[in-house]
Each structure stands twice: as structure tokens, then as C-alpha cells.
């Protein structure tokens, strides 16, 4: 890899201060002051920046809280992305799985594709929770037939999820897929319309209370060990 791109991608530099940081003499690679940005080093090289290590993180792990208004995207010609909201530390991150652009809460970002695979893929039903506002009135019996599955036009029924009515037009709802626009559609499905949408839970994953819209943290390595191993 270019000692450039290895300070972008493992000190969170940019490019231009990853020249200005070699050309200033404040780079060691093993042991030997660098002196070209553009040389190739050995990803297990041992770079010092301003006489710290680096220390070299395979894949980066965000927590964001989506706010409304922007997409689930890496990138959009018109419009801001959910990628655009944090600092990639020059890696190429993703967002794992889609929230509706009026939608908010938990999103992973992250640049491990393999992780978002399995978190995604339809074999593990990974639960995710979601609280809602919604108008009108549901369906008594909307709890059990969310338990047993509805038919919302997909060419199977919903599996199992799960209904808690909180009052006042609130209610939260666990699912373990992820068709387009399920929720509200499941709601539109016993009698309600979405009038809010707010992803808590991801697995194991808990929307961290202390992030407001747009803001985000790195995970913990108990959250990464965590859903690694979902
Ligand atoms: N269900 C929806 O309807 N929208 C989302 O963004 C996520 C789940």
C-alpha cells in the first residue's frame, strides 16, 4: 500500500496532510524516518505518526442516529447521504442494510463487508426494533396476527414479529426482515398509517441514547465481539 493511503486509511488523514506530515519528517516507517509519501509499504510495516504508533483497525464500526431527511446511500447525485454525515477516516464505508430517508435511529456503517452480509442476509433473521407513530386505529387483534404473519404483497407472508401498543398512537415493532417499506406496510396492513419510524435495535446493537439526530460514535469492541457473533 502507498504511505499515503495507509496514513488515510489507518491515522484518518487526508492525502494532503499525509504528504505534509512525510515531508515534514514526522513519519517512521520501520525505524527509518520516510521520505517519499508515494513509496509502497507492507501492510504489518511499523509506522509512527508524530512518534505514535498507529495502530492498524481492519474494518471501522459507526453507530450513527439516521436523522430524517437524508438517504441510506454511499452516494446520491441530489441528495446528502447518510455517508456524507461522518468522517471516513479514508475508508470506503457502506451503511448496513436501508432506512426510509423520512426515517431515523440506529444505522451501521461500517467498511466490513463481510459482517454486513451476514447481519443482512435473510438466513440469520436478525431482529431489529423499531418504534412508531402512527394514525388511525389498529386492529384488535394486530398483535397476534403480526405473530403469525401477514401477507403485505410479498410472495410470502411476514415471518413472526412482534407488536407492543404503547398508547397514544406509539407502539413498537420487532421484525427479523427486511422487505422495503415493511413496517409501514404492516401497519397499513391492520389499520394504521406511520407518521414516524425510529430503527432502537439492531440484534444486540442498542441506538446508543446519548447520540442525537446526525450524530454517531465508533462501536464499542464489545458491541463489534457482540455482532460478530450473532
Ligand atoms: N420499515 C420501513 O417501513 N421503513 C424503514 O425505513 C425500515 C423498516
Known sequence: MRLDKYLATYAGLSRKEAKAAVKSGRVQVDGRTAEKFDEKIQK?????????????????????????????????????????????????????????????????????????????????????????????VLSEDAAELFRQGVDIGEKKNTLPAELEVLGDGQAKLTISEGKFHQVKRM??????????????????????DNLAPGEYRRLTKAEIDDLAGQ
Open 44 to 136: 504489518n510495516a511499523v509506522v509512527y505518526l508524530n512518534q505514535k504508533l498507529i495502530v492498524v483497525e481492519e474494518h471501522i464500526y459507526l453507530m450513527l442516529n439516521k436523522p430524517a431527511g437524508v438517504v441510506s446511500a454511499t452516494r446520491d447525485d441530489r441528495e446528502r447521504t447518510v455517508v456524507d454525515l461522518v468522517d471516513c477516516a479514508g475508508r470506503e464505508l457502506f451503511p448496513v442494510g436501508r432506512l426510509d430517508k423520512d426515517a431515523e435511529g440506529l444505522l451501521l456503517l461500517t467498511d466490513d463487508g463481510a459482517l454486513a452480509h451476514r447481519l443482512l442476509s435473510p438466513k440469520y433473521h436478525v431482529k431489529k426494533c423499531y418504534y412508531v407513530r402512527y394514525e388511525g
Open 187 to 208: 401497519i397499513a396492513k391492520v389499520g394504521g398509517r406511520v407518521t414516524a419510524l425510529k430503527r432502537l435495535t439492531m440484534g444486540n446493537l442498542v441506538l446508543d
